[in-house]
């Protein structure tokens, strides 16, 4: 088989996919559409922002689809009717099987994480905040239950105390542009083989929402550690903080450290050692160097020290 005789569609949304739709569409394949989000109206301006994957496909000239419902009549007889012979998925919505089942060759998924381990929406984030060493890629091809699919291929990476949700991000989006090169390459040649999943943990990825940012002080201070890290740059780990006047206010945390002095102090406990800001936390302290208050730009500690006075972040 040739690569011009390989019709695809590639179903994605954020910047995480574009990188994998690149590649295809610099080395020649025929994506026949894109599928992606609906645009939505977003900021005080209530501009329609469109996603990532659809700025890159309008501008590649690729046709794009952008379905409410993915089980709606219309979507699936346009689906149908491209007659692909594989469907690509990175960073999407769950599909029903009457879309994932449609070209002869199947659906297979780009998935951010070491499967078993960390089906869901947020496998990224929530190996970090886990306090994982490691993580990765797994292609794999769709079947009923989530993420179990029978897999194509696994690439690992290191994670560095230094990485955080963003730096691996990257990392991933890279390396996963290769991924799925590989498969499609292995398809046209004949050679392509899958292994089913390995029996191991099966540690879940929920999508996250506000209040699972929320920093426990009472949590010991690697945990904490971890957990901004995870959550950083975005949708980033916060609390609320009183300060010396008893004024309330919430903090966006994006960056820690655990080289911290002896300190002592009740979970939540803010200590102030010259230009420096840190938390007694359930065993130990952190030291705080990055945050946002509620309206305020990103500042470093030292910069926010200049303008506030605080005194403790509220645990309940």
Not at 156 to 176: Q, Y
Not at 263 to 283: D, N, W
Request: hydrophobic fraction near 40%; charged fraction near 25%.
């Amino acid at each position: 088989m040739d690569k011009k005789d390989l019709k695809i569609v590639f179903f994605g949304t954020p910047e995480f996919a574009v990188k994998s739709l690149d590649a295809l569409v610099s080395n020649g394949y025929d994506v026949k559409a894109v599928v992606t989000m609906p645009d939505k109206m977003a900021g005080r301006g209530h501009k329609m922002i469109q996603s990532d994957v659809k700025k890159y496909a309008v501008e590649a000239g690729l046709p794009v689809l952008q379905p409410e419902k993915l089980k709606s009549p219309e979507f699936v007889e346009a689906l149908q009717a491209i007659n692909a012979d594989l469907f690509i998925v990175i960073a999407f919505r769950m599909l029903p099987e009457v879309v994932w089942a449609m070209p002869r060759l199947g659906t297979f998924n780009l998935h951010g994480s070491l499967l078993p381990k960390y089906r869901g929406a947020a496998p990224i984030n929530r190996a970090i905040m886990n306090g994982e060493k490691e993580t990765g890629i797994t292609t794999f091809f769709l079947k009923h239950e989530i993420d179990t699919g029978d897999m194509i291929e696994q690439r690992r990476i290191e994670i560095l105390p230094e990485d955080n949700a963003g730096t691996i991000h990257d990392r991933l989006m890279e390396i996963g542009a290769d991924c799925v090169l590989h498969p499609v390459e292995s398809i046209i040649d004949g050679t392509l083989s899958t292994t089913p999943q390995p029996d191991g943990e099966f540690i879940p990825a929920p999508k996250i929402f506000k209040e699972d940012c929320r920093i426990d002080w009472r949590k010991d201070a690697e945990s904490i550690f971890n957990h901004v890290r995870g959550l950083s740059p975005y949708p980033a780990g916060w609390s609320s903080m009183t300060d010396m006047n008893g004024k309330i206010f919430d903090v966006k945390i994006f960056e820690t450290s655990l080289a911290t002095p002896e300190l002592s102090g009740t979970p939540g406990e803010i200590k102030v050692i010259g230009k420096k800001l840190y938390a007694i936390t359930g065993k130990g302290a952190i030291e705080i160097l990055s945050l946002q208050p509620s309206g305020k730009k990103r500042m470093d500690a030292s910069a926010f020290l200049l303008g506030y006075h605080p005194d403790r972040f509220i645990i309940d």
